[in-house]
Structure formats: structure tokens, C-alpha cells
Nanobody
Framework: QVQLVESGGGLVQPGGSLRLSCAAS????????MGWYRQAPGKQRDLVAT???????NYADSVKGRFTISRDNTKNTVWLQMNSLKPEDAGVYYC??????????WGKGTLVTVSS
């Protein structure tokens, strides 16, 4: 059974930084894409950033230039470095891994609060 565990969320002031991490454990599986998604209260879950196994990245327009996604294939881990955080960046951040068969695995989420 595959489990994804996120960490790194918390309270940060506007303009601050946080680094989220997500690691997979359990049965071995071939991960293709990894990604981060954000869900604000009362809103749908939106894509923040994704990265393929070969390192191709994609970002939501709202985070370009401020967030950086990276991964370590040997550790089945993905990170999201978030800089210059804004109140609108707040929400629950979920990581998602997708294998080569198109099966998605989700973490339980980590809360990011941006407030002074």
C-alpha cells in the first residue's frame, strides 16, 4: 500500500517562505509525475506545480517566479519551495504522485497559513 506524507506547512507572515516536502512509502511503484495542489476554504483543489520524472515543470500562473518544485527520484520525494508568500497562497497543500498507468496517489495535506 502506498502512502504519501506531506510536511512543512505552518504559519508564515506575508513575504515569508516555507518548504513543503512529500515522501512516498509502502509498496514500490514507478512514479511518473509528481505535483502539488492547493485547496483554499470553500474552493476547489487547484494545481500549483507539477514535475515529471525527467524534470519538466509546470506552474500555475499565480506562483510562477515565487515557487519552485523539485524531486528526488531515488527517494520518491518531492519538494515545493514557496517564497514571497501572499495571503492568497494559504490553504491545504496536497501532493499527488501518478504512476505510469495513470493511477493517482494523494497525500492527506498540510496546512499553510499566511497571515500577519
Amino acid at each position: 500500500q502506498v502512502q504519501l506524507v506531506e510536511s512543512g506547512g505552518g504559519l508564515v507572515q506575508p513575504g515569508g517562505s516555507l518548504r513543503l516536502s512529500c515522501a512516498a512509502s509502502g509498496s514500490r511503484f514507478n512514479i511518473n509525475a509528481m505535483g502539488w495542489y492547493r485547496q483554499a476554504p470553500g474552493k476547489q483543489r487547484d494545481l500549483v506545480a507539477t514535475i515529471t520524472r525527467t524534470g519538466n515543470t509546470n506552474y500555475a500562473d499565480s506562483v510562477k517566479g515565487r515557487f519552485t518544485i523539485s524531486r528526488d527520484n531515488t527517494k520518491n520525494t518531492v519538494w515545493l519551495q514557496m517564497n514571497s508568500l501572499k495571503p492568497e497562497d494559504a490553504g491545504v497543500y496536497y501532493c499527488k504522485f501518478q504512476n505510469y498507468y495513470g493511477t493517482d496517489y494523494w497525500g492527506k495535506g498540510t496546512l499553510v497559513t499566511v497571515s500577519s
